[in-house]
Each structure stands twice: as C-alpha cells, then as structure tokens.
C-alpha cells in the first residue's frame, strides 16, 4: 500500500508554523519597519551583511525560510480545498502549494550559498 | 448503459491513474456550499483570517531573500531597496503584511497547550503554564532577532 505523505507535510507545516510565529514579526518590524522609517538606530550596510552572511545566521535564515515556505504550502492548500470549495482540484493544487514551496526553498538556498561571506 | 454505470466506469479508470483521485458528484443531491460561506458567521471569518495568515508568512519568507539578495549587490542596491520599503504605498501593505503576521503568531502560540502535553515528574503541566511558556519564548525570541540584527554579537 502507498504510504501516506501527509505525516511528513504537516511536519513540515507545524514546525514552519512554530518558528514563523517566533521570528517573523521581529524580523518584519526590524527590517521593514524600523531601520527604512528610521525609528532604530540602524546598522550600516556592512554590519548588516557581516551579520547576514555569518554562517550560522545563513543556516537559520535557510531553515526559516524554507519552513515557512511550506507552512505556506500545506495551509494554503487546504484554504483553497475549503475556502474556495475547489476540492475537485486536488492533484493540480497539492502539486501547486508543495511545488512552488519546494521551488523557492532551492531559490533560496541558492540566495545563500551565493551571499558574500563577511 | 445507465448514467451511473458510465460514470461509475470513468471513475474506476481515473482511481486506476491517480489513487488519490476523488470522485465528485455533480448529479447526486447535495446542498450547495455559497463560495462567501466563511462570511457567514464571526467564528467563520475568524477560521479563514487565521487560514490566510499562511500568505503573510510566504510573503515575508519571499522578501526575506529579496532582502538577502539584493544585499549581495552592493550598498547602493541596498540603499534603493531601504527607499522602496519607505514610500508610503510599501508601508501600508507591511502594515497589513504584519497584522497578519501577529494574528498567525497569537493563534498559534494559542492552540500551542492543545497540541502539546508536557508532563514532569509524571504530572501534567497546567495549560497556562505551557501557554505563558510558549509566550515567553516568543518575547526571547524577538529578543534575540532584534539585538542581533540591531548590535550583532557583541
């Protein structure tokens, strides 16, 4: 019998949801907030790339994203099946959810690798 | 042949495709699910906010690496970038993008003591106490993001 491999996305969903909750709204208001509308006093442009590009920093920020990616992924998929009544189109929007998850997880990763080392 | 032996038949051959296929009715009586049903009633609309709340979470991973790689192309790319995210048009969306993002954290940390049983010296801890623990992680955690981004490692 096939195995089902929904243990391992709802893995994948639970763990991105947990570590999205901890982080992302520190990161969104740091990032996106404070340093453009200069209410922190921002690091400069080395600082921030000496921090980014630690590798340990990169290591964290690759298993935020691609987490978040498929928390993304799993969730939104099944809003479609409920919110939208199209679960007439399970195949087409798994394949959609976990394949642009997977897509942008590997686009990340090459974002990463690339990024200059301090 | 009847309609439903024809319809049957083409369903056994797509389960023979696809094993996860679905058959879907449209002839049999059902009662009609309005697409705006999750409008219906406040607990609805609450269920389909924190559903959505999964797109401000792939946003902002998006952004995270647009963020990362535009770095990577220099201190002048990244000053363009810093006046993007300032005009007011950007601002707004963010806005939104982080009230979503707040909403996903408080409803996840919420359900946190329902998904997780933790026992020490074979007695339950207390839902609230595994609740205020969740929430004082989430206060260490913005801790260490902000300092970090903000000083670096001392």
Known sequence: MKRSKEPLVWALFSSGGMLAALVLPALAFVLWFGIPLGWVPAPSYEALVAEIGHPVAKLVLLGLVTLSLFHWGHRFRYTLYDGLQLSHLYGMIATLCYGGAAALSLLAAWVLWTFPLP | ?154
């Open chain 2, 1 to 154: 042949m009847s309609y439903h032996s024809r319809v049957d038949r083409r369903w056994a051959t797509r389960r023979a495709a696809n094993p996860e296929y679905e058959p879907y009715h449209p002839k049999w009586h059902r009662k009609r699910v309005p697409i705006f049903w999750w409008l219906e009633r406040p607990s609805y609309t609450k269920f389909i906010t924190r559903e959505l709340t999964s797109l401000a979470v792939g946003y902002a991973a998006v952004l995270l690496m647009v963020q990362v790689w535009v770095m990577a192309r220099g201190p002048g790319a990244y000053e363009r970038f810093l006046a993007i995210l300032a005009s007011p048009a950007i601002v707004a969306f963010h806005a939104v993008v982080f009230l979503f993002l707040l909403f996903h954290s408080v409803t996840w940390l919420n359900l946190a003591p329902q998904a997780l049983v933790v026992r020490l010296g074979g007695r339950r801890v207390p839902d609230r106490v595994v609740l205020a623990g969740h929430y004082v992680a989430w206060l260490v955690a913005t801790a260490v993001v902000a300092g970090y981004l903000l000083w670096g490692v001392p």
